[in-house]
């Protein structure tokens, strides 16, 4: 991913499609994953879902507030209402889940008690 597709920000996550730029807080990002699409990534918020070009490995690197949660999903959890350990997912404040790894999980509680 290159730095055009993604600029930094403290609270601001600035991507960048092939139709348009968008600009998204933080506080609203519920997590990235991979897409079916080679080299594609899917940001979901609490409204909208967005593909663009990247790696989770180079975002995970810019923004601490997100963690990896599974080799394919990096999760904002300050948007999560629930973890649950039995089938390794992760609910958001809009219903949508999404996957944790087993050997994530204890991280992810530990980062969840901290909150």
Excluded: W
Aim: contains cysteine; glycine residues 2%; positive net charge.
């Amino acid at each position: 991913m290159s730095n055009q597709n993604i600029k930094d920000s403290s609270d601001m996550i600035f991507i960048s499609t092939k139709f348009k730029d968008i600009c998204v807080p933080l506080d609203e990002i519920l997590y990235f994953e991979t897409s079916p699409q080679p080299h594609r990534l899917i940001l979901t918020t609490s409204t909208n879902k967005f593909e663009f070009y990247g790696r989770l490995s180079e975002i995970e690197e810019k923004y601490d507030q997100l963690i990896r949660s599974h080799k394919s999903f990096l999760v904002n959890l300050s948007n999560a209402i629930e973890l649950n350990k039995s089938n390794l997912s992760i609910k958001f404040i809009n219903g949508c889940e999404c996957y944790v790894s087993r050997r994530k999980i204890k991280k992810i509680q530990s980062v969840i008690s901290r909150n």
